[in-house]
């Protein structure tokens, strides 16, 4: 045989197998996105069948509102707007996965959402109970599983509309209202009790090995609106999820092998979710990783900082960063002033973020973006370390951690239950980690008897870290369950194999959580409405995965209605559409004087302001200390625009009010849009 012909057998060969792996590494990655994907049933609604891209729609609007004119309890109100937010980001969903043409019905769907969760943020506002009340903390429970649910949702959809900006800005847009609504509800709620139910609702979400990338971003950008008192809650259970993260990471690369560092930087390129938080993530998890997985993770951070370079994103990306970046180092130093001699370990990573820190600020001055993007991450990682070596070397309270021992013991005792339902395989593995968690906790606990408070926090959490590793035996279950994907016949036929296989593993996964919803029926963990209304609902999608026809849904049990009570005067006026004032019959219109805050999130007291027709108006903006870029913020419109304003600092504009328009604020060094001031004339 000639060389020639040997030679090209073998590239045949080789491109045969490389292919081979391209598919499966395909397969791999789409599998794990589909874990990860928000469903109608994850909702708890119905999929919805009348949309806003129908022109009767707004009879499903009045329906809503009447139902709020006659609900009274203040509780009751919000669990209502809570249940129409999940009715309209259902709607938002539909109609983009079946009519992604129709953007302006989408436009509809999105700000028909927002007005709901600014309606949620109003009525938060107006409960006067707490969580003290049961079943104002069983509401918040159930609004926090949402709000996760819902940031996740919106992000998936942002994505499908990278090529239609304006469509994808509001899709942005509305995740920060969701964020808004979150700072409210943490109000009615102890900071510490509050960021647990966070807690909780970002672990027990489904999902795959990745799960926690988009858990550290959702942490993130709640921690931005966050009161105070809250954000120090969500800095310490940011730690916790960085860990799992990399122990999940670990054990998906001890899974998969050669094929691990391709797929991890796959998932992460395709991921939905805030890429520019996933960067500082990225650099955080990065140094702790094995080699091959560390090359992918740098891989991964170079294609998502392309991207936002062809987007022309770069200028806008870097000034977030510096902002996060001096929000972090300004908590640095605040901890560096109150321990006496810290470990040197931690002031050099202190003086390296600040180098880091003003290199970025200097590179974004002379407009070199890319370089002042990285630097800012850099000195936000650099701090982040700095913090958490900082909260190792101090000394914990004792009754933080008889706290914290007692709810680990009591999570631990309720795996005992969930283990039964390990196949024969897992549930050796998972009986060792639980005994082994068990272990470590009895450790701590007679530690913390005997007065040793670093001995409890060193049993403490490795006890948890074997309760992280239950959690990924039973995502390994998921998995096993799940199919593999099946090999192509041909050649081509392989685009219809692959659409076949992204069915079957979405219908494998629907037919996977009607089981797990089965068996907890039978364990007495769902009461039998519930589990009717939910396996309607996932039998409908299943139906509608195998095109097949779905059965008859179960009929609903209809709620007892409620007694009818003469509505307030305020109740009245909600309903009630406002009507101009009559100004032309004479008579002085009193002058306007305001004062208006605003931050990198908004304008307050409200974005929106009504004045009467030739008033003379008079507003001082003020720019907030907090929640602001250090560069300050400028206000423009059609009658004026500002000089900049720093932070703590204000300016005044005057005008004469003859028509509506609107007041935007500008980071003025970018030139980025940050918030809208709507003025409205009758």
Known sequence: MKPTIIFGSILI????????KAQDILANTETILAEETVSFADLNVEEPTFLPSSRLYFFKNFTRGVK???TFDPIKKVELELRFTDEKIAETKKLVEKEPEKTEAIERAIENYRASQERLQTQFQRLKETSQNPNV????????????????????????????????EKFETIKGEIEKSVAEGAKRDDPEKFAKKLEKALTETKGSEFKHVRSLEI??????????????????????????????FEAFEEKHKSEAPNLIKKTLEELPGDKARRLVIIEEIREQAGTRVRKALEEAEKIIEKTFEEREELAERATEAIRHAVERIEKLEIKLKEISSPPSSVKHL?????????EAQAALENKKYGEAFGLARSAEVLARDALRMLEEVEEPEDEDLKEDTKELEERLNGWGKRLESLSDELRPKAKEALEQARFHLHLAITSLEKGATRETKRHYEQAKSFERLLERIL???????????????????????QKIERRESRCDFIDKNIAELKALLEKGGVGKEDFERKYGILKKELAECRHETPAAAPVAVPQAAEPIIKPSEAEVKELTPSISSDTSQGGTI???????????????PQNSLTISKGAKVSITFVTRKENVYYGGLDFRSSKFKTAIVKPGESTRVEFTADESFKITSYWPLTDTRKADLQIEIK
Do not use: C, M, W
């Not at 949702?153 to 900006?165: I, R, T, V």
């Not at 995502?475 to 392989?494: D, G, I, M, N, V």
């Open 13 to 20: 060969l080789f491109g045969a197998i490389h292919g081979a």
């Open 68 to 70: 709020r004119f006659f």
């Open 137 to 168: 903390d069983k509401l918040l429970e159930k609004f926090v599983d949402r709000a996760v649910k819902h940031e996740k949702l919106f992000a998936e959809l942002k994505e499908k509309f990278e090529d239609k900006k304006t469509l994808e």
């Open 219 to 248: 942490l993130d950008r709640i921690h931005e609106k966050a009161p105070k008192e809250l954000k120090e809650k969500l800095t310490e259970i940011r730690s916790d999820f960085t860990k799992r993260l990399q122990e999940d």
């Open 350 to 358: 202190a003086e390296n973020a600040r180098v880091h820190l003003k």
């Open 475 to 497: 995502r390994e279950l998921s998995r096993k369950e799940a199919p593999t994907a099946k090999e192509p016949a041909s050649e081509s036929s392989r685009s219809n194999v």
């Open 590 to 604: 009193e002058p306007v004087t305001l004062k208006i805050e605003a931050d990198d999130n908004g304008f307050y």
